[in-house]
């Protein structure tokens, strides 16, 4: 029985690093799922707007702050920090988060893709 509750034990610590390592995300694949889920509205790149603000150095700065894109009044309203827990639930449901956004994208559910994007994202600076 005591063999059982250390395995049982055992298990769940794995599984909860597991879990935290891949929430960190990983950079290479979200590279690859920005480019599918982001880019045509999105540019990495400092100052380079499209559709969507630049995303260049996201993580950690102020919604709405770039000097020279047309944002929407609800997105000027929701004056948040993009931490990476902020842009997981935007991207997850954006009009859910800031309705009235401008942001045309119905949302990304799969957490670890979210993950990947914000990896991606974080070593954008």
Known sequence: MKSLKIMLIATAMSVGVMSHAHATGDAAQGSKAFEEECADCHSPKEGKNKKGPSLFAIVGRKSATIADFNYSDAMRAK????????ISEYIKAPKKVV???KMKYD????DALRADIIAFLSAQH
């Open 79 to 86: 004056n948040v920090v993009w931490t990476s827990e902020a």
């Open 107 to 110: 949302g990304l559910p799969e």
């Open 99 to 101: 309705p009235g956004g």
